[in-house]
Structure formats: structure tokens, C-alpha cells
């Protein structure tokens, strides 16, 4: 499993480039705030269409614009996980971890809600509404929903950036152990230089 | 109490209503949906023709309906000549009446609904494995619903209150087009008719009340706060 990703967008007088070639399984995207980092994940998984490029992980290409390839979000299998979270506040936490879940495929799917509840901390949480969680709990609860859609990686877009000094390091611990564990290969989106050296990730520069 | 001719009245109100809202919400829906998400160049002007009926003298519209729908209508000597129908001095001419006048509002109200919910969690439940149509249905749609509901109450209110469009388009036919408020006007028309106005005017009231509580209820009982009161 590899990332093999090149591709440019321009939007008015501002353009985004992103170079990701690697064997890692854990790629972070590193740049200051505004560089584009959220636009390159949005483009790997679909939800923004790049002007020119070719986006593969693996051996499967999602993203091809001299081929003409172009899947829809939802043939991506992708498990992104947004900055905002965007759990859906008219269903419960089980609700949440089930969405995905109930649309993957059988041979995609790698656990259970209950197993993915006790892995992350959540099962207490299940019959709550996301309104009512706090900021770690959400965040735990939106990577849950994720894993369980089936994917086939990962796209973390600044997971620990709103939490404080210890739910960070509760979250971080939990993202080694999805590379480890799991073997999902992640893209990691950070501006924070000590989350890239305590995952030891392969960095990738976006912007200046 | 009510007469058994003025039962007939609110069941037949009643029934224009329904069916007025009932066949103008697809088409409602369809319009706030394109006025609330589409980038079509054209959308200023067509806001502006479906909040058409809301400024215009209902008069004016009844006229309008009467020229499309009449025999010599465009619209109504195509349906004489397709199906054998017409529209004119029927309970169906009143629902037609009806819908136009409650078409601005339900739009407005499902409009504003679909425009409060946040199309970044359709992007999210397009990214968990949904199509286009799933996200809309599990997402979109019940995230939306108590203004949808909203916008069915207020337009059943309106229809329940039609009168100039009505009684332009369709005149004023004792058990097929007269109405709660046309047959109040018609009530005030004949020397001794107090009483019968007086009932019909508390129906019309109670029946309006019944709406709103109704909508209230639905709005709550959806849990997430949208009330129309």
C-alpha cells in the first residue's frame, strides 16, 4: 500500500501543488495555516476535483485527469476524518458509527461497532446525541465512524489541534496504534512540528 | 352547531386544502431546493416569479388562472382536448387556486430549512459510502424536516383562507368551489345570514388554531427545536 499522489489546483490567484510519493504508512502534510492542506485531502477523497493530476493509493487510481478517471466520494473508501468533526447531530453515536458501516461492503469491513466502540473508549457514549460530547470524545467518536465505513486508508485532517495536553496524547497514542494495529496507511495533516516527531511520520511540505 | 350544509362546507374546505398542498410540495420542494443549493444564472428571476402570488392582488392571479385554465386557455383546451377535463367552476379549479397562492410560502419555509442544513455533512456521508441520493435522504432531508413540515402547515393555512384568487377563477358554486371563506362573503350577502357567518367564521378560526398546533407538535416532536409558534 502507497500513496502516490501529484496534483494542482487553482482557485483565483492561489494555487495548491501537492507531491506525495511514499511507501510510509503514515504521510503528514505539514504546512502554515492557509497553505492548503484541507484542499488536498478534499481532493483525495473526492469532495474538491483537482485541475490536473493523478491520485493512486495502492494499486487502485481514484483520481486521473489525462485518463479521465474520476471516482465519486463514495467509491473511494476513504475513512476521513474532518477538522470539524461533522458527526451527524440528528443521530445518536451508534447511529454515527453505523452509517458508514451499514453502506461497506462485507469484505471491507475489519470490525465490529462494539469492537471499534471498546478500542476507542466510546461504548459508554453510545446512546448519547453529539451535541452532548465533549471535544476528545467527539473526536474519538468521529475517528470510530470512519474505521467502521470500511476503508481502505485514512485522511486525519488536524485530529488533536482543538484538544488539550492530555486528550492529545490519549489521541495521538490511538492514531499510532491504527498504523500498527490496523495497518491503515493515514495521511496526517498537521502545523504542529512535535505531533510529526512523536508519530515519526514522513513529512510532505505543502506551501512555503 | 354546524348545519349539515355547513359540514359540507369545512369537509369540502378541507379537501380543497389537502389536496392543494398535497400536490404543490413536490413541486415546492423541487423550487426552494434549486433557489437554496443551484448556481443557475437565472434564479433572481425565478425567486422573484414564485413569490409572484404573494404580491400580486389575489384578483389579478384569479384572472391569470382564469386566462390558462379557461376553455379557451391554452393550458385548459389542451386538457379538454388530452383528457376530456377542465378545471373551470370545479372543486379541482379551487385546489389549483389554492396551491398558487400557498406555492411562496411552502417554498420560503423548506427553503430556509434546506439552507440551514450544513452541505459539508452530505461531503461527510458521501465520504462513509453514500450516493448522491442516499446522503440527500438520510441527511439532507430529515435535517430538514421540520421546516418542510412547517412550510405544509402554512400553506394548508393559506389554502384554508383562499378567497380572491378563488373566487375569480372559479366563482362561487355552493358544494363544488364555495369554501369556508367564500361561503362566509356569501353568508354576509343575504339579510339574516349573522349566524351562519358568526359559526363559520369560529370554524374557521379553530381549524386555523388546529394547523398551527399541529405543526407545533410535529416540530417537537422531531426533537430538534424548529417550531413554527
Redesign the interface.
Known amino acids: 500500500m502507497s500513496f502516490d499522489i501529484e496534483l494542482t489546483l487553482t482557485r483565483g490567484d492561489r494555487t495548491i501543488r501537492a507531491r506525495i510519493a511514499s511507501e510510509a504508512r503514515l504521510v503528514a502534510l505539514f504546512g502554515p495555516s492557509g497553505a492548503g492542506k484541507t484542499s488536498v485531502l478534499d481532493m483525495v477523497?473526492?469532495?474538491l476535483r483537482p485541475d490536473t493530476g493523478r491520485i493512486a493509493v495502492g494499486r487502485e487510481v481514484l483520481f486521473d485527469s489525462a485518463a479521465g478517471v474520476n471516482l465519486?466520494?463514495?467509491r473511494?473508501?476513504?475513512?476521513?476524518v474532518?477538522q470539524?468533526l461533522?458527526l451527524?447531530?440528528?443521530r445518536t453515536v451508534a447511529e454515527n458509527l453505523r452509517?458508514?458501516e451499514s453502506?461497506?461492503p462485507h469484505e471491507r469491513r475489519f470490525m465490529a461497532v462494539d469492537e471499534a466502540a471498546a478500542f476507542l473508549g466510546i461504548a459508554p457514549l453510545l446512546a448519547r446525541r453529539p451535541r452532548s460530547l465533549s471535544g476528545g470524545e467527539a473526536q474519538r467518536v468521529a475517528i470510530g465512524?470512519?474505521l467502521l465505513?470500511?476503508p481502505r486508508f485514512l485522511l486525519l485532517d488536524e485530529p488533536v489541534s482543538s484538544l488539550d495536553r492530555p486528550r492529545r496524547e490519549e489521541i495521538l497514542t490511538l492514531i499510532a496504534r491504527i498504523r500498527d494495529e490496523l495497518g491503515l496507511p493515514i495521511v496526517y495533516v498537521t502545523h504542529d512540528e512535535r505531533e510529526l516527531t512523536q508519530l515519526g511520520a514522513e513529512v510532505v511540505q505543502i506551501g512555503d | 352547531m354546524l348545519s349539515a350544509e355547513e359540514w359540507g362546507i369545512v369537509a369540502l374546505s378541507l379537501k380543497v386544502s389537502a389536496v392543494a398542498v398535497g400536490l404543490t410540495l413536490p413541486l415546492a420542494f423541487a423550487l426552494a431546493w434549486v433557489l437554496a443549493r443551484s448556481r443557475l444564472p437565472g434564479k433572481v428571476l425565478l425567486d422573484a416569479l414564485v413569490h409572484l402570488p404573494l404580491v400580486v392582488p389575489p384578483v389579478v392571479t384569479g384572472w391569470l388562472l382564469l386566462l390558462a385554465f379557461g376553455a379557451q386557455g391554452p393550458i385548459g383546451a389542451w386538457l379538454d382536448r388530452a383528457f376530456g377535463v377542465t378545471v373551470m367552476f370545479r372543486w379541482t379549479g379551487a385546489a389549483l387556486a389554492s396551491a398558487v397562492m400557498a406555492l411562496p410560502l411552502m417554498v420560503r419555509a423548506i427553503r430556509l430549512s434546506l439552507e440551514a442544513v450544513d452541505p459539508r455533512l452530505e461531503a461527510a456521508a458521501r465520504t462513509l459510502g453514500a450516493g448522491p441520493w442516499r446522503a440527500f435522504a438520510s441527511i439532507t432531508l430529515p435535517l430538514a424536516l421540520p421546516g418542510v413540515l412547517a412550510g405544509l402547515v402554512l400553506g394548508f393555512a393559506r389554502s384554508l383562507g383562499e378567497f380572491g384568487a378563488t373566487i375569480t377563477f372559479v366563482s362561487n358554486v355552493p358544494g363544488e368551489t364555495q369554501t369556508l371563506p367564500l361561503a362566509i362573503y356569501a353568508a354576509l350577502q343575504v339579510p339574516g345570514g349573522e349566524s351562519t357567518v358568526a359559526r363559520l367564521a369560529v370554524t374557521s378560526v379553530l381549524l386555523s388554531l388546529a394547523a398551527l398546533v399541529a405543526s407545533e407538535v410535529l416540530a417537537r416532536r422531531s426533537g430538534r427545536g424548529a417550531h413554527v409558534l
Open positions: 477523497a473526492g469532495l465519486p466520494p463514495e473511494r473508501a476513504c475513512g476521513y474532518f470539524d461533522r451527524f447531530p440528528h452509517y458508514g453502506l461497506a465512524r470512519a465505513s470500511g
